[in-house]
């Protein structure tokens, strides 16, 4: 069964670091390409980042582009999202999706980050 | 800010057919796949349609995409209590080099 777990969410200040973590179980994550999206509270979704299958292309969101940074473990089965000079807007619920719009499509449950001023 | 433009709302009562617009441009869902979402209340999104007009296995045939020039469309046949939920399309945007999601649609059962 594929699984996607979330973690690395809280509270940090405006100008805070923090860094998510995206379990993968059920599947190998360095065989898909894998993104960060994201929704503020109320809110509408927002694709944040993605990173292909061999590792070495990366696409970030402008409103997020050099201050986030998307990787993974391969060792660990395990994909990241560094977030560095968060602003309150920043503030959303983060899903990890596997094969995002493609036919094994999967979304985690979401890690929830908010940033205070 | 969405480049892709959905209308606010839509409704129906059971049974009915509703149809969600998703406006774009040349740089978005005119020469690229469009796909769509689904979001219940409180859960995280699934995928409807894909590269346009395409289901991922176990959706319901009730739903279905299509598209034409820079506006796509999902339409929802034989509407059901359990269709009541926001939806959301999306699409690979070659101008910003990332996707971009429609600004949704809350689709109400009445």
């Known amino acids: 069964e594929v699984q996607l777990v979330e973690s690395g969410g809280g509270l940090v200040q405006a100008g805070g670091s923090l860094r998510l973590s995206c379990e993968a179980s059920g599947f190998t994550l360095s065989r898909n390409w894998m993104h960060w999206v994201r929704q503020a509270p109320g809110k509408g979704l927002v694709w944040v980042s993605r990173i292909n299958i061999d590792g070495r292309t990366v696409n970030h969101a402008d409103s997020v582009k050099g201050r986030f940074t998307i990787s993974r473990d391969t060792a660990r089965n395990t994909l990241y999202l560094q977030m560095n000079s968060l602003r309150v807007e920043d503030t959303a619920l983060y899903f990890c999706?596997?094969?995002?719009?493609?036919?094994?499509?999967?979304w985690g449950q979401g890690t929830l980050v908010i940033v205070s001023s | 800010q969405s480049v892709l433009t959905q209308p606010p709302s839509a409704s129906g009562t059971p049974g009915q057919r509703v149809t969600i617009s998703c406006s774009g441009s040349?740089?978005?869902?005119?020469?690229?796949?469009v796909y769509w979402y689904q979001q219940l209340p409180g859960t995280a999104p699934k995928l409807l349609v894909y590269k346009d007009n395409q289901r991922p296995s176990g959706v319901p045939d009730r739903f279905s995409g299509s598209k034409s020039g820079a506006s796509a469309s999902l339409a929802i046949s034989g509407l059901r209590s359990e269709d009541e939920a926001d939806y959301y399309c999306v699409g690979w945007d070659g101008s910003l080099s990332g996707y971009v999601f429609g600004t949704g649609t809350k689709v109400t059962v009445l």
């Open positions: 040349s740089s978005n869902i005119e020469n690229d796949y």
């Open positions: 999706v596997r094969d995002f719009g493609g036919p094994s499509d999967d």
